[in-house]
């Protein structure tokens, strides 16, 4: 028996399959790439050969495709990314209080108590701090990301980074370039700008309790937690699946819903790695509402839609 999770973010999407003892048996982190369709039935293509699909006992999806997601594999519970995140880290350590997460795109603190979550919070508009700016910065300083950490932790002498703006933090990197100062300060002055950026921002007003956990894509970088942690004083923890969290957090949540239920999962098999799927969109004008209706395309013909509060696209064809 296994249990699917899925999680389609901007930068990045997500699949893993669980056992029955919640244990990651498969992980694929993919590209989303701007197409999410297209990307899950890669990652659906890579599994097709090694599970059937009566093996399969439930779906979850999470992230900002997750309705699409959900649409297309036949999902059983679709959550948002804040309670994924949460269950996976709940399942993993009961006592876990704050979870520092940061991917390609956004970041996240949730704060919990007693295993439930109380509050958090995700950025807006800005992204310093984020997966993407480092990949950036990365590519313009001519180092691999992979080293990125280990070069930060070389320092002896940081420089002051100005890191409230994404645009701020990188015009004053290339000043410091351009002044002389050695690559490795730098980029530990980056690390713990993005620190103090994610802590006045994300972080403001809230306190940040033990334990703590660290993921995302992020959490990879080492340069950035050891700075996470010069800042607050503590240690962080950073889980074995880090980079995959919202989707171990769906799984579990799919499982969840079919436990409780008396139906069979809405699987639609792993066929769906050969089809042929488009999405297009269309604002629907019947009334003030006028919700954004998603229409899934298979070869010329409508698979149906999503999006619509009232129901009246839901069996669209």
């Not at 050969?49 to 779906?59: A, G, L, T």
């Not at 309705?67 to 876990?96: C, M, P």
């Not at 979870?99 to 996240?108: A, C, L, T, V």
Request: net charge neutral; charged share 25%.
């Amino acid at each position: 028996m296994y249990y699917i999770g899925v999680d389609v973010g901007s930068v990045s999407t997500d699949i893993v399959l669980l056992n029955k003892d919640m244990n990651v048996v498969e992980s694929l982190y993919l590209k989303t790439k701007g197409n999410p369709l297209k990307t899950i039935q890669e990652g659906f293509k890579a599994l097709q050969n090694k599970y059937s699909d009566d093996e399969i006992k439930s779906v979850g999806t999470t992230g900002s495709g997750r309705q699409i997601a959900s649409f297309l594999i036949g999902g059983d519970s679709v959550k948002n990314e804040i309670t994924a995140h949460a269950i996976a880290s709940l399942e993993i350590e009961e006592d876990v209080r704050t979870i520092i997460e940061i991917g390609g795109q956004d970041s996240k603190i949730i704060i919990l108590e007693d295993g439930i979550v109380t509050d958090f919070a995700m950025n807006t508009v800005c992204a310093a701090g984020t997966g993407s700016f480092l990949d950036r910065q990365a590519e313009r300083l001519s180092v691999p990301i992979e080293e990125f950490g280990n070069l930060a932790l070389k320092s002896k002498t940081p420089v002051r980074i100005a890191g409230r703006c994404a645009v701020f933090a990188e015009s004053d990197m290339i000043h410091k370039q351009q002044v002389g100062y050695k690559e490795e300060d730098i980029i530990r002055g980056l690390c713990e700008a993005l620190v103090r950026n994610y802590l006045n921002n994300i972080a403001k007003g809230k306190e940040l309790k033990e334990k703590i956990f660290f993921q995302g894509g992020v959490a990879a970088n080492i340069g950035m937690k050891r700075a996470f942690e010069k800042e607050l004083g503590v240690n962080l923890y950073v889980p074995e699946y880090y980079n995959v969290m919202g989707a171990i957090g769906a799984a579990i949540i799919g499982k969840n819903t079919i436990e409780k239920s008396t139906t069979k999962t809405n699987f639609k098999g792993f066929k769906t790695a050969s089809g042929n799927f488009n999405s297009r969109s269309f604002e629907c004008d019947g009334c003030s509402n006028r919700c954004e209706v998603v229409k899934i395309m298979d070869e010329k013909n409508s698979s149906g839609c999503f999006g619509d509060r009232c129901g009246k696209w839901s069996n669209c064809s």
